[in-house]
Protein backbone atom coordinates (compact mmCIF):
# COMPACT_ATOMS: atom_id res chain seq x y z
CA UNK A 1 0.00 0.00 0.00
CA UNK A 2 2.92 2.54 1.01
CA UNK A 3 4.17 1.74 -2.52
CA UNK A 4 1.76 2.24 -4.19
CA UNK A 5 0.46 5.78 -2.76
CA UNK A 6 4.67 6.57 -3.33
CA UNK A 7 4.00 5.70 -7.08
CA UNK A 8 0.66 7.79 -7.17
CA UNK A 9 2.57 11.00 -5.68
CA UNK A 10 5.09 10.62 -8.32
CA UNK A 11 3.04 10.85 -10.87
CA UNK A 12 1.07 14.11 -9.54
CA UNK A 13 4.91 15.65 -9.13
CA UNK A 14 5.27 14.47 -12.70
CA UNK A 15 1.83 15.84 -13.75
CA UNK A 16 2.19 19.33 -12.45
CA UNK A 17 5.51 19.53 -14.18
CA UNK A 18 4.05 18.98 -17.26
CA UNK A 19 1.32 21.52 -16.43
CA UNK A 20 3.58 24.04 -15.89
CA UNK A 21 5.00 23.59 -19.10
CA UNK A 22 1.66 23.33 -21.20
CA UNK A 23 0.71 26.72 -19.17
CA UNK A 24 3.70 28.53 -20.03
CA UNK A 25 3.56 27.42 -23.97
CA UNK A 26 0.11 28.51 -23.62
CA UNK A 27 0.84 31.62 -22.45
CA UNK A 28 3.44 32.47 -25.25
CA UNK A 29 1.44 31.31 -27.76
CA UNK A 30 -1.10 34.23 -26.67
CA UNK A 31 1.41 36.41 -27.05
CA UNK A 32 2.80 35.81 -30.17
CA UNK A 33 -1.02 35.48 -31.53
CA UNK A 34 -1.70 39.35 -31.07
CA UNK A 35 0.99 40.20 -33.01
CA UNK A 36 0.51 37.65 -35.64
CA UNK A 37 -3.10 38.72 -35.94
CA UNK A 38 -1.69 42.78 -36.35
CA UNK A 39 0.81 41.50 -38.74
CA UNK A 40 -2.26 39.89 -40.79
CA UNK A 41 -4.60 42.59 -40.50
CA UNK A 42 -1.82 45.62 -41.87
CA UNK A 43 -0.78 43.49 -44.89
CA UNK A 44 -3.97 43.31 -46.77
CA UNK A 45 -4.75 46.30 -47.65
CA UNK A 46 -1.77 45.98 -49.95
CA UNK A 47 -2.72 43.02 -51.43
CA UNK A 48 -6.29 44.21 -52.19
CA UNK A 49 -4.72 47.46 -53.75
CA UNK A 50 -2.42 45.07 -56.10
CA UNK A 51 -4.78 43.10 -57.04
CA UNK A 52 -7.15 45.85 -57.99
CA UNK A 53 -4.35 47.31 -60.31
CA UNK A 54 -4.16 43.97 -61.97
CA UNK A 55 -7.84 43.62 -62.56
CA UNK A 56 -8.18 47.20 -64.13
CA UNK A 57 -5.47 46.76 -66.45
CA UNK A 58 -6.66 43.46 -67.42
CA UNK A 59 -9.99 45.07 -68.61
CA UNK A 60 -9.08 48.17 -69.81
CA UNK A 61 -6.81 47.11 -72.58
CA UNK A 62 -8.25 45.68 -75.49
CA UNK A 63 -3.87 44.84 -76.64
CA UNK A 64 -3.38 43.32 -73.36
CA UNK A 65 -1.62 39.71 -73.08
CA UNK A 66 0.11 38.25 -70.63
CA UNK A 67 1.83 35.44 -69.54
CA UNK A 68 0.82 34.99 -66.44
CA UNK A 69 -3.13 35.54 -67.68
CA UNK A 70 -3.12 32.47 -70.55
CA UNK A 71 -4.06 29.07 -69.86
CA UNK A 72 -1.33 27.17 -69.87
CA UNK A 73 -0.39 23.82 -71.54
CA UNK A 74 1.63 22.77 -68.79
CA UNK A 75 -0.42 20.85 -66.21
CA UNK A 76 2.09 20.40 -63.81
CA UNK A 77 1.30 22.78 -60.51
CA UNK A 78 3.95 24.09 -58.40
CA UNK A 79 2.16 24.10 -54.95
CA UNK A 80 3.82 26.78 -52.23
CA UNK A 81 2.93 24.80 -48.62
CA UNK A 82 3.26 26.85 -45.68
CA UNK A 83 3.23 24.55 -42.35
CA UNK A 84 4.68 25.62 -39.25
CA UNK A 85 8.28 25.19 -37.75
CA UNK A 86 7.45 22.69 -34.21
CA UNK A 87 4.29 20.39 -32.95
CA UNK A 88 2.51 20.50 -30.47
CA UNK A 89 -0.03 22.94 -32.20
CA UNK A 90 -2.96 19.47 -32.12
CA UNK A 91 -4.31 19.21 -35.88
CA UNK A 92 -2.99 22.31 -37.39
CA UNK A 93 -0.06 20.59 -39.64
CA UNK A 94 -1.48 17.10 -40.47
CA UNK A 95 -4.75 19.39 -41.53
CA UNK A 96 -2.68 21.31 -43.78
CA UNK A 97 -1.29 18.29 -45.43
CA UNK A 98 -4.23 16.55 -45.85
CA UNK A 99 -5.73 19.84 -47.68
CA UNK A 100 -2.71 19.49 -50.19
CA UNK A 101 -3.20 16.03 -50.20
CA UNK A 102 -6.73 15.99 -51.44
CA UNK A 103 -6.03 18.70 -54.44
CA UNK A 104 -3.13 17.24 -55.16
CA UNK A 105 -4.41 13.56 -55.73
CA UNK A 106 -3.37 12.66 -59.22
CA UNK A 107 -1.49 15.54 -60.68
CA UNK A 108 2.10 15.87 -61.60
CA UNK A 109 3.48 18.64 -59.13
CA UNK A 110 6.51 19.78 -57.32
CA UNK A 111 6.34 21.86 -54.04
CA UNK A 112 7.98 24.78 -52.45
CA UNK A 113 8.07 23.82 -48.68
CA UNK A 114 7.85 26.80 -46.48
CA UNK A 115 8.31 26.00 -42.34
CA UNK A 116 9.81 22.81 -40.73
CA UNK A 117 7.44 20.75 -41.15
CA UNK A 118 6.52 21.00 -44.72
CA UNK A 119 10.35 20.35 -45.49
CA UNK A 120 10.41 16.99 -43.06
CA UNK A 121 7.00 16.13 -45.15
CA UNK A 122 7.79 16.70 -48.08
CA UNK A 123 11.07 15.03 -47.92
CA UNK A 124 9.77 11.76 -46.69
CA UNK A 125 7.63 12.01 -49.49
CA UNK A 126 10.34 12.04 -52.13
CA UNK A 127 8.68 14.69 -53.79
CA UNK A 128 10.16 17.23 -56.37
CA UNK A 129 11.52 20.31 -54.08
CA UNK A 130 11.76 23.02 -55.66
CA UNK A 131 14.63 24.77 -53.07
CA UNK A 132 14.82 24.04 -49.47
CA UNK A 133 15.78 27.66 -48.59
CA UNK A 134 12.91 28.66 -46.91
CA UNK A 135 12.50 25.49 -44.58
CA UNK A 136 11.90 27.66 -41.31
CA UNK A 137 8.77 30.01 -41.61
CA UNK A 138 9.53 32.28 -38.21
CA UNK A 139 12.25 34.23 -39.81
CA UNK A 140 10.93 35.09 -43.05
CA UNK A 141 9.86 38.86 -43.76
CA UNK A 142 8.76 40.84 -46.93
CA UNK A 143 12.07 40.35 -48.35
CA UNK A 144 11.58 36.76 -48.81
CA UNK A 145 8.26 37.06 -49.84
CA UNK A 146 9.61 38.71 -52.49
CA UNK A 147 12.62 35.81 -53.33
CA UNK A 148 10.10 33.53 -53.44
CA UNK A 149 7.68 34.88 -55.57
CA UNK A 150 10.60 35.96 -58.15
CA UNK A 151 11.49 32.74 -57.97
CA UNK A 152 8.08 31.07 -58.69
CA UNK A 153 7.64 33.48 -61.87
CA UNK A 154 11.18 32.55 -63.30
CA UNK A 155 10.30 29.12 -63.45
CA UNK A 156 6.70 29.57 -64.41
CA UNK A 157 8.18 31.94 -67.66
CA UNK A 158 10.21 28.83 -68.07
CA UNK A 159 7.44 26.38 -68.60
CA UNK A 160 8.76 24.11 -65.43
CA UNK A 161 5.51 24.21 -64.52
CA UNK A 162 1.79 25.56 -65.88
CA UNK A 163 0.05 26.36 -62.31
CA UNK A 164 1.03 27.72 -59.34
CA UNK A 165 -1.00 26.67 -56.07
CA UNK A 166 -0.76 28.30 -52.24
CA UNK A 167 -1.93 25.83 -49.61
CA UNK A 168 -2.16 27.70 -45.88
CA UNK A 169 -3.93 27.92 -43.12
CA UNK A 170 -6.61 30.91 -43.14
CA UNK A 171 -7.00 32.46 -39.54
CA UNK A 172 -10.55 32.82 -38.77
CA UNK A 173 -10.35 33.36 -35.24
CA UNK A 174 -8.76 32.01 -32.09
CA UNK A 175 -10.73 29.00 -32.12
CA UNK A 176 -11.23 28.39 -36.16
CA UNK A 177 -8.47 27.62 -38.28
CA UNK A 178 -9.18 26.37 -42.05
CA UNK A 179 -6.18 25.11 -44.70
CA UNK A 180 -7.28 26.16 -48.13
CA UNK A 181 -5.95 25.36 -51.13
CA UNK A 182 -5.89 29.01 -53.78
CA UNK A 183 -4.92 28.93 -57.25
CA UNK A 184 -2.75 31.99 -58.15
CA UNK A 185 -1.15 31.73 -61.37
CA UNK A 186 -2.06 31.46 -63.97
CA UNK A 187 -4.63 34.74 -63.60
CA UNK A 188 -6.53 33.65 -66.95
CA UNK A 189 -9.99 34.38 -65.56
CA UNK A 190 -8.84 38.32 -63.97
CA UNK A 191 -11.10 39.65 -66.84
CA UNK A 192 -14.07 38.13 -65.12
CA UNK A 193 -13.56 39.88 -61.99
CA UNK A 194 -16.10 42.51 -61.27
CA UNK A 195 -14.06 46.20 -61.21
CA UNK A 196 -12.54 45.96 -64.46
CA UNK A 197 -13.71 49.69 -65.88
CA UNK A 198 -11.38 51.20 -68.49
CA UNK A 199 -11.04 54.33 -66.35
CA UNK A 200 -12.67 56.41 -63.26
CA UNK A 201 -15.73 58.81 -63.84
CA UNK A 202 -14.93 61.94 -62.59
CA UNK A 203 -18.41 64.43 -63.65
CA UNK A 204 -19.59 62.42 -66.27
CA UNK A 205 -15.97 62.12 -68.30
CA UNK A 206 -14.38 59.17 -68.17
CA UNK A 207 -10.72 59.34 -67.11
CA UNK A 208 -9.00 57.07 -69.37
CA UNK A 209 -5.42 55.28 -67.43
CA UNK A 210 -2.62 55.07 -69.57
CA UNK A 211 0.78 52.35 -68.77
CA UNK A 212 3.79 52.89 -70.26
CA UNK A 213 5.73 51.81 -71.76
CA UNK A 214 2.17 49.51 -72.07
CA UNK A 215 -0.14 47.64 -70.31
CA UNK A 216 1.49 44.38 -70.76
CA UNK A 217 4.54 45.54 -69.27
CA UNK A 218 3.15 47.11 -66.52
CA UNK A 219 1.07 44.00 -65.43
CA UNK A 220 4.32 41.75 -66.12
CA UNK A 221 5.75 43.39 -63.59
CA UNK A 222 2.99 43.90 -60.77
CA UNK A 223 2.57 40.07 -61.17
CA UNK A 224 5.44 39.23 -59.07
CA UNK A 225 4.90 41.75 -56.57
CA UNK A 226 0.90 40.66 -56.28
CA UNK A 227 2.23 37.21 -55.84
CA UNK A 228 4.48 38.16 -53.33
CA UNK A 229 2.09 39.98 -51.34
CA UNK A 230 -0.29 37.33 -51.68
CA UNK A 231 2.61 34.79 -50.22
CA UNK A 232 3.27 37.06 -47.38
CA UNK A 233 -0.39 37.27 -46.70
CA UNK A 234 -0.44 33.80 -46.35
CA UNK A 235 2.24 33.29 -44.16
CA UNK A 236 1.08 36.12 -41.89
CA UNK A 237 -2.44 33.84 -41.79
CA UNK A 238 -0.62 30.89 -41.45
CA UNK A 239 1.50 32.04 -38.33
CA UNK A 240 -1.47 33.24 -36.69
CA UNK A 241 -3.64 30.21 -37.28
CA UNK A 242 -0.38 27.70 -35.70
CA UNK A 243 0.01 30.45 -32.46
CA UNK A 244 -4.26 30.23 -32.21
CA UNK A 245 -4.16 26.15 -32.86
CA UNK A 246 -1.34 25.64 -30.40
CA UNK A 247 -2.75 27.98 -27.72
CA UNK A 248 -6.09 26.03 -27.91
CA UNK A 249 -4.06 22.53 -27.63
CA UNK A 250 -1.54 23.51 -24.52
CA UNK A 251 -5.13 25.13 -23.30
CA UNK A 252 -6.62 22.01 -23.45
CA UNK A 253 -3.52 19.69 -21.99
CA UNK A 254 -3.67 21.96 -19.34
CA UNK A 255 -7.23 21.14 -18.38
CA UNK A 256 -6.57 17.71 -18.65
CA UNK A 257 -3.57 18.13 -16.86
CA UNK A 258 -5.60 19.69 -14.06
CA UNK A 259 -8.32 16.61 -14.31
CA UNK A 260 -5.76 14.32 -13.76
CA UNK A 261 -4.21 15.87 -10.80
CA UNK A 262 -7.42 16.20 -9.39
CA UNK A 263 -8.21 12.14 -9.90
CA UNK A 264 -4.67 11.39 -8.59
CA UNK A 265 -5.37 12.87 -5.11
CA UNK A 266 -8.62 11.43 -4.90
CA UNK A 267 -6.65 7.86 -5.65
CA UNK A 268 -3.98 9.32 -3.36
CA UNK A 269 -6.24 10.44 -0.53
CA UNK A 270 -8.59 7.41 -0.35
CA UNK A 271 -5.40 4.74 -0.64
CA UNK A 272 -3.64 6.99 2.54
CA UNK A 273 -7.15 6.64 4.08
CA UNK A 274 -7.67 3.01 3.27
CA UNK A 275 -3.93 2.60 4.87
CA UNK A 276 -4.75 4.34 8.06
CA UNK A 277 -7.67 2.58 8.81
CA UNK A 278 -5.92 -1.29 8.55
CA UNK A 279 -3.25 0.44 10.91
CA UNK A 280 -5.65 1.04 13.04
CA UNK A 281 -7.52 -2.18 13.19
CA UNK A 282 -4.42 -3.89 13.04
CA UNK A 283 -3.64 -2.03 17.10
CA UNK A 284 -7.35 -2.57 18.23
CA UNK A 285 -6.89 -6.46 17.16
CA UNK A 286 -3.49 -6.35 18.71
CA UNK A 287 -4.86 -4.91 21.74
CA UNK A 288 -7.77 -7.04 21.93
CA UNK A 289 -5.06 -10.55 21.94
CA UNK A 290 -3.58 -8.71 24.46
Same mark, same amino acid.
Given at each position: ???? +??????????????????????????????????????????????????????????????????? #????????????????????????????????????????????????????????????????????????????????????????????????????? #??????????????????????????????????????????????? #?????????????????????????????? +??????????????????? #??????????????????????
Amino acid at each position: MAGN +MKAVKLRIKSVQSTMQITKAMELVASSKLRRAKERSEKCRPYFDELYSTLVNIANSNTDFSSIYAKD #NVNEKVCYVVIAGDRGLAGGYNSNLFKCFEADAKGKAYSVLPIGKKAVEYFKHKNAEILTEAFGEIAPIAVADSFAISNLICEEYKKGSFGCVSLVYTEFI #NILSQVPHTVATLPLADIKHKKGGESGKETGGVKNIILYEPDSTEVF #NTIVPEYLAGVIYGAICDSVASEQAARRTA +MDAATSNAEEMIEQLNLHY #NRARQASITQEITEIVGGAEGL
